[in-house]
């Protein structure tokens, strides 16, 4: 399986999961398993069949995450102030994805269940071969409603970095349209959300 040798995965899972009464990153998953893991455990390990290291970006709930971390070899980057809201998460992980000497990432959120991994590699492939083509972002897309994760090129991981902390990726976005990519999947994991109890019972 080709990969680019400089992606890095960026799990954001700063939140304070208020919505759902509990941890999302540590909720059952698959959750009709025999023997689940988590939904973090989960997205670890697909994203490790695509990425050189995987990055997960915590904030207050660092200890009852970072054994899941270590435990599925990945790395724990800490948000200091994850009040600021999400898109302070994604800038302190894109800001240690070129630390790390990388130029392009996959970022995921925990609050979405992980696609299986052919979902992965249909937007793997297409990051691929467009990155190259004045595409700076690869994002899943399904009956004309975007999704997650995405993969993004050095190009918007600067674009992102330079933007103001309260902004969010939509206002990042909308002016780079061009340098944007939508790619058709039929996985529906790359768009649904999972805010509440109800919306883990459902899946």
Known sequence: MARAPSLCAVILAAGDSSGMGR???????????ANPGTILSSWIRTLNLFNDLVL????????????????????????????????SSLQVGLNEVLNRGRDAATV????????????????HAAFCRDVG????????????????????????????????PNSN?????????????????????VTLEMNTPQDYAAL
């Open 23 to 33: 941890e999302k990153a540590l909720l059952p998953w698959p959750a009709h398993s």
């Open 56 to 87: 997960v970006v915590v904030g207050e709930n660092q200890p009852s995450l970072q054994a899941v971390v270590y435990e599925n070899n990945a790395s724990l980057v800490r948000n200091p102030d994850p009040a600021r809201g999400q898109f």
């Open 108 to 123: 995921a959120l925990v609050d979405r269940p992980p696609p299986a991994s052919a979902a992965l590699e249909t937007l």
């Open 133 to 164: 083509l004045g595409r700076w972002a690869v994002i899943p897309e399904l009956d004309g409603k975007h999704g997650h994760p995405i993969l993004i090129g050095r190009e918007m991981i600067e674009a992102l970095l330079r933007a103001e």
């Open 169 to 189: 990726t939509g206002e990042v976005f909308a002016p780079l349209a061009d340098h944007i990519a939508y790619v058709p999947v039929s996985d529906p994991f």
